[in-house]
């Protein structure tokens, strides 16, 4: 069973930086681009960033670039997404979802992992 | 930057057809994706690359895209249908992904 599991959410401070993290299971990990998808509290989706197959190409939405960095471990099978100096509206479920290259649809999601930022 | 608009909510009655739409400059020149995300859930894949339908996504669920409208058809509605749908592109031009704001499908 093809599976992406999320891990690292919690309450951070303003300010703080955390890091949310997916394991991947049941396919072939070093084949596929990945992605994170952020949700504010009855919010739509939000893209935040992208990673290649062999992290060739990396992609950060205007609202993350300067704080976030994206990246993988293919020997593990996880990507990983650090965002620094948060803000409230950092807050949301983080989803990391996979596609075959990074400009294609998001054809796998994990549950997503919950980040609130207050003090 | 690139945006897609979407109707907030739509209903259709049970056993008729929903039509979402997702507008865009010159959409039809973009594959268009659709995501079906029901309360408390994750999003899922329902139509890619304008018509395509992943497995296991019922042929009840349909997709077009022209000019600059993609459309998400949506026949004989049930209620297990209920939830919101969203449409997505990759923009080339800033190299980013883009959903647009999503449509609550409410079947009464």
């Known amino acids: 069973q093809e599976l992406l599991v999320e891990s690292g959410g919690g309450v951070v401070q303003p300010g703080k930086s955390v890091r949310v993290t997916c394991e991947a299971s049941?396919?072939?990990?070093?084949?596929?681009?990945m992605h994170w998808v952020r949700q504010a509290p009855g919010k739509g989706l939000e893209w935040v960033a992208a990673i290649a197959y062999d992290a060739a190409k990396i992609y950060y939405a205007e609202s993350v670039k300067g704080r976030a960095t994206i990246s993988r471990d293919n020997s593990k099978n996880t990507v990983s997404l650090q965002l620094s100096n948060l803000r409230s509206d950092d807050s949301g479920v983080y989803y990391c979802?996979?596609?075959?290259?990074?400009?294609?649809?998001?054809?796998?999601w994990g549950q997503g992992t919950l980040v609130t930022v207050s003090s | 930057s690139y945006v897609l608009t979407q109707p907030a909510s739509v209903s259709v009655a049970p056993g008729k057809t929903a039509t979402i739409t997702c507008g865009g400059y010159d959409l039809g020149s973009k594959d268009v994706h659709w995501y079906q995300q029901r309360p408390g859930q994750a999003p899922v894949l329902v139509v890619s690359d304008d018509d395509y339908r992943p497995s296991g996504i019922p042929e009840r669920i349909s997709g077009t895209n022209s000019g600059n409208t993609a459309t998400l058809t949506i026949s004989r509605a049930e209620a297990g249908d209920e939830a919101d749908y969203y449409c997505?592109?990759?923009?080339?031009?800033?190299?980013?992904?883009?959903f647009g704001g999503g449509t609550r499908l409410t079947v009464l």
């Open positions: 049941g396919f072939m990990f070093v084949n596929y681009g």
């Open positions: 997505q592109v990759w923009d080339d031009v800033t190299n980013h992904q883009v």
């Open positions: 979802s996979r596609s075959v290259i990074t400009t294609d649809s998001f054809e796998l």
